[in-house]
T-cell receptor, first 115, second 115 residues
């Protein structure tokens, strides 16, 4: 069965520090997709990234980077030089082919960036 | 720009009432989803629909039903509201033929309180 574990319930860091959010997943499929979403205090879910299981290249987008490691079933998310606007709840999620639009979410990590 | 609109941001109802939560998308998406979000539990899938007049149960369908009479509208119904249905409800849509990097679009959520 599919499962996504975000062991860190809540993290607080001081602005400009780097922070890594952990995500571990379980799936029996060889073809699957991993996602990260951000939910700021306003409540809407903002899509950040989707990665398929055949692409293990790390991704960097500005201050955000993602480390996908199939060997450890992990898809970790790092924010470099954090800012107060990064404060949010972050969700890691998983879907399996062929219906890759049904997504299973982790419980989320609440990130506080302190000024 | 894509848009998923939920009819209410905040809603207060009484125990035993029949409650309707409406979701409309303007992207001609085939697939629509209802989730509920609770602290410490993340997002859990209630129902989803891949086509008009079609519905499938998600992980927690008990106490809920849905209606999809038109492609753009997906309604969540609480047949007889109970206090344990107090939650944030999120609607999402996607197209199986859409851009591969943005699988689901979310509405802003409805925070429902059952008194």
């Amino acid at each position: 069965a599919q499962k996504v574990t975000q062991a860190q319930t809540e993290i607080s860091v001081v602005e400009k520090e780097d922070v890594t959010l952990d995500c571990v997943y379980e799936t029996r499929d060889t073809t699957y997709y991993l996602f990260w979403y951000k939910q700021p205090p306003s409540g809407e879910l903002v899509f950040l990234i989707r990665r398929n299981s055949f692409d293990e290249q790390n991704e960097i987008s500005g201050r955000y980077s993602w480390n996908f490691q199939k060997s450890t079933s992990s898809f970790n998310f790092t924010i470099t030089a954090s800012q107060v606007v990064d404060s949010a709840v972050y969700f890691c999620a998983l879907s399996e082919a062929p219906r890759d639009d049904k997504i299973i979410f982790g419980k989320g990590t609440r990130l506080h960036i302190l000024p | 720009d894509v848009k998923v609109t939920q009819s209410s941001r905040y809603l207060v109802k009484r125990t035993g009432e029949k409650v309707f939560l409406e979701c409309v998308q303007d992207m001609d998406h085939e697939n629509m989803f209802w989730y509920r979000q609770d602290p410490g539990l993340g997002l859990r899938l209630i129902y989803f629909s891949y086509d008009v007049k079609m519905k499938e149960k998600g992980d927690i369908p008990e106490g809920y039903s849905v209606s999809r009479e038109k492609k753009e509208r997906f309604s969540l119904i609480l047949e007889s509201a109970s206090t344990n249905q107090t939650s944030m409800y999120l609607c999402a849509s996607t197209s199986p033929n859409g851009p591969s990097n943005q699988p689901q679009h979310f509405g802003d959520g409805t925070r429902l309180s059952i008194l």
